[in-house]
T-cell receptor
């Protein structure tokens, strides 16, 4: 299974943009890139996913490198409620989503 | 439209007892996934089921653990003769489809098992 590498933790100031990086150098051509987040004591929550093109939704933007070996989740204005563990996950056809350690995002007021 | 419902939210068992965790997927979803999360760790895939069928159980321990998703009723994760190492949060997720580009998995709030 292709793996992802994320920083263990990041800090951000409230109302500033946050860029959460993810490396996936062994990604295959058909793997989808998913992002989920998990707030304390809750189940994971879907954030966004994409294949090749950048994606935007109401929660965030996903910027995918041209060679697809890395991606960045962008939160345009961090709020205290965005403090969570963010997981970058690759989905291969027929394989289940495999969660790694994720990045713990701390948001300072 | 109710989300994924898991119960019980908290369960305490003594070593050797059985634990049964239930998951009702979102309406219209026929694909169910179970994940386990040990304290301070990420989620580990356990099993993927469709109605009445186990599709992938590669993450399930070979002994004491079983899962089912009957034609009627919730999916059940059963742990027999629990040990302290089974203490964890067990999350269920559902989706309307599977395969490449599964899209969004909808997770429940989890069932937290504590084994004394």
């Amino acid at each position: 299974d292709a793996k992802t590498t994320q920083p263990n933790s990041m800090e951000s100031n409230e109302e500033e943009p946050v860029h959460l990086p993810c490396n996936h150098s062994t990604i295959s051509g058909t793997d989808y890139i998913h992002w989920y987040r998990q707030l304390p004591s809750q189940g994971p929550e879907y954030v966004i996913h994409g294949l090749t093109s950048n994606v935007n939704n109401r929660m965030a933007s996903l910027a995918i490198a041209e060679d697809r070996k890395s991606s960045t989740l962008i939160l345009h204005r961090a709020t205290l409620r965005d403090a969570a563990v963010y997981y970058c996950i690759l989905e291969s056809a027929g394989n289940m989503l495999t969660f790694g350690g994720g990045t713990r995002l701390m948001v300072k007021p | 439209n109710a989300g994924v419902m898991q119960n019980p939210r908290h369960l305490v068992r003594r070593r050797g007892q059985e634990a049964r965790l239930r998951c009702s997927p979102m309406k219209g979803h026929s694909h169910v996934y179970w994940y386990r999360q040990l304290p301070e760790e990420g989620l580990k895939f356990m099993v993927y089921l469709q109605k009445e069928n186990i599709i992938d159980e590669s993450g399930m321990p070979k002994e004491r653990f079983s899962a089912e998703f009957p034609k009627e009723g919730p999916s059940i994760l059963r742990i027999q003769q629990v040990v302290r190492g089974d203490s964890a949060a067990y999350f269920c997720a559902s989706s309307p489809r599977a395969g490449a580009n599964t899209g969004e998995l909808f997770f429940g709030e989890g069932s937290r098992l504590t084994v004394l």
